[in-house]
C-alpha cells in the first residue's frame, strides 16, 4: 500500500477570522474566488455535517461538476469535507480530465485567529482512493499551489472589498 500523499498550504489573511471564515460559507462569497478564471456556479450549499456543496466550474462549452459532503462544520474554526467529482446527475464518477485523480478527497480547512489577520490550513488527501489515484495525487501535488494561489489572491480582493465596505 502506498503511503497516503497530503498536500498543505498555510496562508495568512489580512483580515479577521470571521470575515474569512464568510468568504468560504457564503455562496456569493464562495463563487467570486473558488475556481479562478472559470465561471462558478454553486448549485446548493447546505453548511452542515452530511450537507451537499454542489459546485460547477464552466469554461466556454466545457463544464466540470463537483460535489463536496460536508463531514464537519465547526464556525469559524474548521470545515471538513469530502470532495469528488460527479457525473451531470451529481453522482461520484472519475474526473473526466484525470481519470487516475482520486475519485474522493478528504478535504480540511481550519481557520486560526491572529487578531487583524487569519492563518489558513488546508489539507487534501485521498480518500479510500486505489494505488493509480495516490499515485496521481502524488504527481499532481507540486502543481496545486498554482490553483489555489490564484483563487486566494481573488479572495485577497474580496476580503479588501469587505473591509472597506
Known sequence: M?????????RVFDAPRAMVW???TD??????WYGPGVETIIHEF?????????NEMKWGENSNLSKMVFQD???QEKLIWHHSSTDSDWNIASNPM?????????TTVVFEDLGAKTKVTLTQTPFESTEEEIACFAQAMSGMDNGWGKG???LDDVLAELTSG
Open 46 to 54: 447546505d453548511l452542515k455535517p452530511g450537507g451537499q456543496w454542489r
Open 73 to 75: 462544520v465547526v464556525p
Open 98 to 106: 484525470m481519470p487516475d485523480w482520486p475519485r474522493t478527497l478528504l
Open 22 to 24: 464568510r468568504s468560504w
Open 152 to 154: 486566494y489572491a481573488v
Open 27 to 32: 455562496p456569493e462569497l464562495l463563487a467570486r
Open 2 to 10: 502506498s503511503e497516503i500523499a497530503e498536500y498543505r498550504l498555510e
